[in-house]
Every structure is written in C-alpha cells, then in structure tokens.
C-alpha cells in the first residue's frame, strides 16, 4: 500500500483544516507548487491534489494544479469541486492519473457512470463518511444515499476506485478507527483509497492489512507526527 501526501488548496493556498471545517487551519503554506515539490523531494510517489476553493464555490485551482501535474515528476490525482465533463476531459489531457468525484457523483450516479465509461479506470468515486453516512457538498451534509446502495450501484463501473475519508477522524491526529476502516474495505467492490486520521505507521500498516491499495494522509504528515520518507520502505505500508 502506498502512502499519498495530500495538497489541499483553500484561498490558493495549502492548509489542513479539522473535520473539512473552514477556519480550522492547522496549517497554512503560501505556495502549493513548493509544497508538492516538498513532498517529492522527500520521495513520495503519488500526490492528493485537492481543490477546496472549488468544492466550497470559490475560484477554481486547476491552473496551480495542471503546473504540478506537469512538473512533479510523480502520478497524481486531483479531486474537489469536480462536476463537470469538460474539467474532467481537461484534467486527463493535462496528465492527470485520476480524477476523483464527489458530491455530483453521489447525488447523479447516471452522470458517474457516464464518465467512469468516458476515462475508464481513470475515475475516484469520493465517498465520504460521516457518522456511518455519506458526507457530500464538502462534508457539510448528508446525502439520501446509503453507502451499501452506493456500493451497489457501482460495483459492476469501470471506476479506478473508491476514496473514503473518515470525517469522524479527519485531521484531529489520533488516529484510524480500524473498525470502520476494515468494514469500509471488506465490504466496497472497488479499490479503498483510505484518508482520516492516519498518524502512526501501525495505522498504514492496518490498512494495508485490510486491503486498502493507498492511504492519503495530510495533517499528519505536515506535523511530521507520521515520517514516512523515514520508513525502511519509504511511503510504502
């Protein structure tokens, strides 16, 4: 399993908020080409790239992001805000591995078969927990869906896999809940990409144990709580 360095961009600048709450910044980093590259030069082989202007309605990042993609020297996926075809499309072309969908996704599952069948094994379904539900619309509600219907609707789509970010556990550095993660697992019909609350390599390794192919990690990382650049394996679980 790997380990993924998330880059979120809020106000065109990096920041880790708790629990998605605006205004929780733990971290605030001017430059978000400088921080990708950071995270490069410390061996990460896979970058998070995520739009949090573009999932609260603000000014989009995909210029900054489109720069990083092409510079980076590494694969890198990029999620947040994404609701239309034509970012999609222009996000691929740019070289972007994949492209994780969210709110648009949960709420118009046609529309998500229609562009995981557009860029097969290209598209992220962004499935989000929060309190055993699915957190959509940046983690402020609850969508109608519940996720053993979401699993079902996808689980014959093309998809490149599932991210599921814990909200419960989200930024506040203690921790996975290894139930809730194994479960999430065991029971999604795509590849788990895990994010929330990753802190210690006994965290990676659970998840790796459980099948999930990548944990994204953020606040953990910028407080270097978790060093994985460190590790016999580097970013490896």
Not at 105 to 111: F, L, N
Not at 187 to 214: F, H, N, Y
């Amino acid at each position: 399993m790997i380990v993924i360095p998330a880059v979120d961009v809020l106000d065109h600048q990096v920041v880790q908020l708790v629990g998605g709450v605006p205004g929780s910044q733990q971290i605030v980093m001017p430059n978000p080409a400088e921080v990708a590259e950071m995270w490069v030069e410390r061996g990460a082989r896979y970058l998070h790239l995520v739009d949090l202007d573009g999932a609260f309605g603000k000014e989009s990042n995909i210029p900054v992001f489109k720069r990083i993609i092409r510079d980076a020297g590494v694969p890198a996926q990029v999620g947040g805000g994404i609701r239309s075809a034509d970012t999609i499309d222009d996000l691929i072309a740019a070289g972007a591995d994949r492209v994780v969908v969210g709110t648009k996704a949960v709420k118009e599952p046609d529309w998500l078969a229609e562009m995981a069948d557009r860029h097969p094994g290209r598209i992220v379904l962004g499935m989000d927990t929060k309190g055993g539900r699915i957190a959509i619309k940046g983690w402020q509600e609850s969508a109608q869906m519940t996720v053993e219907e979401m699993f079902d609707i996808i689980r014959d789509l093309p998809l490149a896999g599932v991210l599921n970010t814990n909200v419960d556990v989200e930024g506040q550095k203690k921790g996975i809940d290894s139930d809730q993660a194994r479960d999430f697992i065991s029971r999604c019909p795509c590849k788990v990409i895990a994010s929330g609350g990753v802190t210690s390599k006994m965290d990676a390794d659970i998840l790796s144990e459980a099948g999930a192919e990548g944990a994204v990690v953020g606040l953990a990382l910028y407080t270097e709580v978790i060093r994985p650049w460190e590790w016999d394996t580097p970013w490896m679980a």
